[in-house]
């Protein structure tokens, strides 16, 4: 792995400003440490930007083509370092190995691909009457990133910022490190200049708080939870800077009365469950007709028994969640919705049997849940799934909106154009029809307090432009 009790700043790896302050990187699926981070401080943050700064005078000068020869630079880096990327975050947030290569370094991978192509056509400029109106790179950007997908996460901030002439300070989380110093060292080898990339690793109180109320960075881009969304926005607000945001999620997955019902909900169990729930955009509200339960309760059972768990280093679907905090968040949760009278239908409370080591949750769908109670209105973030029933698609389109999220939505059903009505009266962001696959190609973000802006794609680029009309131009 990396060497993470290092910064790396203006083109270099640096040590920490002042005290060196370290935090274990606990391996979820051993519990032991696999290495120390050092926790930054607003000195680090300070020095980060000012190399941000320095940079950007000449960054965003740069040529279209110039910015497309960087992008393709990094991705064969990138290329190069798949394997040493899946290690790590198999290592740091216990990603099976299969889905750390079928999709947690791929993703990445992905977002600096869609960048390049999206770059090649992407106008900066257009002219309207007299005036012409032009898009500029808005600065300095402050990107702070979780633990649950890390390289998605980083890179569909990266790689838009990059394309639109824009220098940045990342803070990946203190908790899964290793996958980002490792990304700066991509950079480094694929020729960035000197200042446009930059790392400083830390806590949010340390480094989070520090980038986001920073005088010298125009934009900052979150994503985490809401609580803490929230808490980057008021850091934000005194200088007045942009606030992109992507944050939880409770999404309503309809599946509709019709003759696939069942394939329907063991695909939406096994949705569910990838990265062990923790998935701002899981289906964890599965919405099916309450004359057609005993048949889903089957159904159920019957997906469950295909999800093993177990040593993320070998071919389960499940390994560990991310950390202590987050597994004892999750049991609470659980035991509370069994006080609620929801039935565990499959797991429940505790480790699955066999494995006392490690922050392993029990694959768990809950039946008699109604839509008020705590497991259905909270975001558990673990591979919890709670089955709510509708006697109407009016009804479940009513249920599926009574959330204060609004990230994503799913609906299935074999008549198509029905399935697409309901889909858009979901007030969301992202709705999957019949199971649809991820497209880096669609925007992303959600609505009410999922967040703002959207990320992934063109859309992406034009959270890091400033518009500036230039009047009489064309006179």
């Known amino acids: 792995m990396p060497d993470i009790t290092k910064f790396y700043i203006d083109g270099q790896w640096v040590d920490p400003v002042g005290e060196l302050n370290l935090l274990d990187v606990i391996n979820p699926a051993t519990e032991k440490a696999a290495g120390q981070v050092a926790l930054g401080t607003s000195a680090d943050v300070d020095a980060a930007v000012a190399a941000a700064r320095r940079a950007f005078d000449s960054w965003s000068q740069t040529s279209v083509d110039d910015r497309i020869a960087l992008l393709g630079a990094i991705i064969a880096e990138y290329q190069n370092r798949f394997a040493d990327l899946a290690a790590a975050v198999t290592e740091e947030m216990g990603a099976p190995t299969g889905l750390a290569n079928a999709a947690q370094v791929p993703i990445g991978l992905a977002h600096l691909a869609t960048a390049a192509e999206s770059l090649k056509t992407f106008s900066f400029s257009e002219d309207r009457g007299s005036s012409r109106i032009v898009k500029e790179p808005i600065g300095v950007c402050g990107f702070i990133t979780p633990w649950n997908w890390p390289l998605n996460q980083v890179m569909c901030k990266v790689a838009p910022a990059i394309a639109t002439g ?7 989380s203190e908790v899964a490190p290793f996958s980002a110093a490792i990304v700066a ?17 830390g806590d949010g109180p340390g480094v989070g708080s520090a980038l986001a109320g920073h005088p010298d960075i125009d934009l900052i881009s979150f994503t985490g939870s809401t609580r803490a969304g929230i808490e980057v926005a008021k850091n934000a607000a005194p200088t007045v800077k942009r606030v ?11 599946l509709l009365d019709d003759a696939s019902l069942s394939a329907n909900v063991a695909a939406g169990v096994s949705s569910m469950m990838v990265n062990s729930g923790q998935s701002c955009n899981a289906p964890s509200r599965m919405l ?50 069994i006080a609620d009278g929801a039935t565990p239908v499959v797991g429940g409370a505790g480790r699955p049997e066999g494995l006392d080591t490690g922050y392993y949750v029990q694959p768990t769908v809950f039946t008699n849940v109604t ?3 705590e497991i259905a209105r909270t975001e558990v973030f673990g591979p919890v799934l709670v089955v709510i029933g509708y006697d109407s698609v009016d009804e479940a389109i009513e249920i599926g909106n009574d959330t204060e999220y609004g990230l994503a939505g799913y609906v299935s059903g074999e008549d198509v154009e029905e399935v697409r009505r309901i889909g858009s009266k979901l007030r969301a962001g992202s709705i999957s029809l019949n199971s649809a ?37 064309g006179a």
């Open 185 to 201: 060292e991509i950079f480094d080898a694929a020729g960035v200049p000197a200042g446009v990339f930059n790392l400083v690793n």
């Open 244 to 254: 992109a945001q992507e944050l939880g999620g409770k999404s309503p997955n309809i």
């Open 371 to 373: 839509n008020d109670m």
């Open 166 to 172: 824009c220098t940045m300070v990342l803070k990946p």
């Open 437 to 473: 696959p991820v497209d880096p190609l669609a925007p992303f973000g959600g609505y009410k307090r999922s967040g703002n802006g959207r990320e992934w794609s063109d859309y992406a680029f034009n959270e890091f432009l400033e518009v500036k009309s230039l009047l009489g131009f």
């Open 288 to 337: 099916v007709p309450n004359n057609r339960i005993d048949e889903v309760t089957a159904a159920i059972t019957d997906a469950a028994k295909a999800i093993t768990v177990g040593d993320p280093s070998t071919q389960v679907l499940l390994g560990p969640v991310v950390s202590e905090p987050q597994f004892t968040k999750i049991q609470g949760l659980i035991e509370r919705a």
